[in-house]
Structure formats: structure tokens, C-alpha cells
């Protein structure tokens, strides 16, 4: 493992070095095992993964103008359920040497918040959300690079970096929904009904956020 971040900026620029490569694999390795029905994007799962991605995100101090799903044609799947959320002064962020370890975990709970919103519901499909697993993956090990021991030998390094991102990234993201489960019942309700939610009925879910000790 290389002893240095990689260095990244989204929501600009190229995606950060690997990603790319990193989820095609795993596109791969999932249609080889499970077919296509491992990609199938229902409505109910698109609206258990953007309210993951609120939950978590507003609990990680971002804050959002609105929330949508969204349909859209794709053979050979039929329709295709997606979503978006509208960060207010959505800006470029950054993970590298001159970011913190925490920094890193926290951009990484949010980024893989859609996926444990599935997750908690039963809705996820082994091919959900490869590209966001894989980025905040990669962000995990960027946090790993700036914590570890480096007396490690690159074992001992791998079981590390793999552990902090299942304690502190996915395990916390997945304490984060099920501590705050009636908010985000709320935005899933919401969103089931009206498919959007933004403004002060948005803010009224999202003022009920109880923070957790990662």
C-alpha cells in the first residue's frame, strides 16, 4: 500500500486514480455471479438510498435545498429509478495529503450512506451502488494512510484500512440511520408520495437528527 494519499477533488476534475477501474472489476465479478437482476434499480430502493444519503449527510453537518427521485428508460432493465440531492453551495471537495483522517470518514459515510439506506430497508441488490462503494473505499484508505502505525507490514496495513472502513464508515453510517430511523421514515414516506421534498418540509425532517459518538 503506497504510504501516501491518493489525491482527489470531486465534484470537478477526472475521478480519482483506480476508481474507474476499481468499479468495472466489480461490475464484472457481480454480473458474473448474480446476472442482471443484481443491477435492477427499483423505485423503493431509490427512495430508501437518497433518504440514506440525507440522513447521513445532514447528521455530517452538509446541508440540503432538496430531494428527488426520478425514473428514465434503460433496456434491458425497463425503467430505471435514480435520485439527487441538492446540496445548497454544493462545492468541490477534496481528500489528500492536506485533508483530515476524519474528514476523509466523514465525506466516506456520506458518500456510502445511499447504499446502507438500502441496506436497513432489505432493498439492496449485490450490484447496488458499486461506484459510491468503491470512492468511499478508496476515501477509507485515505484516512488509513494518515492513522496507521507505520511499522506495519503492508498485512497488517490491508487488515487495518479494511477495519477502519467497516467500523468507521460503514458501520457508523448504518448507526446513523438506525439511530434517527423516524426522520428517515419520514423522508421515505415523503418521497414515496410526492417523489421530491425540499424547502421547510425538508428542513422540518432534518431538524429531528439526533447526533451519535462514531
Not at 17 to 29: M, T
Not at 74 to 92: I, Q, R, T, Y
Not at 93 to 104: I, K, Q, V, Y
Request: net charge negative; proline share 5%; charged share 20%.
Amino acid at each position: 500500500m503506497s504510504a501516501v494519499p491518493h489525491e482527489f477533488a470531486l465534484l470537478k476534475g477526472s475521478p480519482p486514480p483506480g476508481l474507474i477501474a476499481a468499479f468495472e472489476d466489480a461490475s464484472r465479478n457481480t454480473l458474473a455471479r448474480h446476472g442482471m437482476s443484481a443491477f435492477e434499480m427499483t423505485r423503493e430502493a431509490a427512495i430508501a438510498h437518497e433518504s440514506g444519503h440525507v440522513i447521513v449527510g445532514a447528521h455530517e453537518g452538509t446541508t440540503f435545498q432538496s430531494v428527488r427521485i426520478f425514473f428514465r428508460s434503460m433496456p434491458p432493465f425497463g425503467k430505471v429509478w435514480g435520485g439527487w440531492c441538492a446540496e445548497e453551495n454544493s462545492k468541490e471537495w477534496t481528500s489528500g495529503p492536506d485533508t483530515s483522517a476524519e474528514s476523509d470518514l466523514s465525506r466516506a459515510r456520506v458518500i456510502i450512506a445511499g447504499l446502507a439506506g438500502e441496506a436497513i430497508t432489505g432493498l439492496d441488490k449485490p450490484g447496488s451502488s458499486l461506484d459510491e462503494l468503491a470512492l468511499s473505499q478508496l476515501l477509507g484508505v485515505n484516512a488509513a494512510v494518515k492513522l496507521h502505525d507505520h511499522t506495519l507490514s503492508d498485512a497488517e496495513y490491508s487488515a487495518y484500512a479494511q477495519r477502519l472502513w467497516h467500523e468507521q464508515v460503514w458501520g457508523v453510517a448504518v448507526a446513523i440511520l438506525c439511530s434517527n430511523r423516524d426522520p428517515f421514515m419520514r423522508l421515505v414516506e415523503h418521497l414515496h408520495q410526492k417523489e421530491r421534498i425540499q424547502g421547510g418540509k425538508l428542513r422540518a425532517v432534518l431538524a429531528q437528527i439526533r447526533r451519535i459518538t462514531p
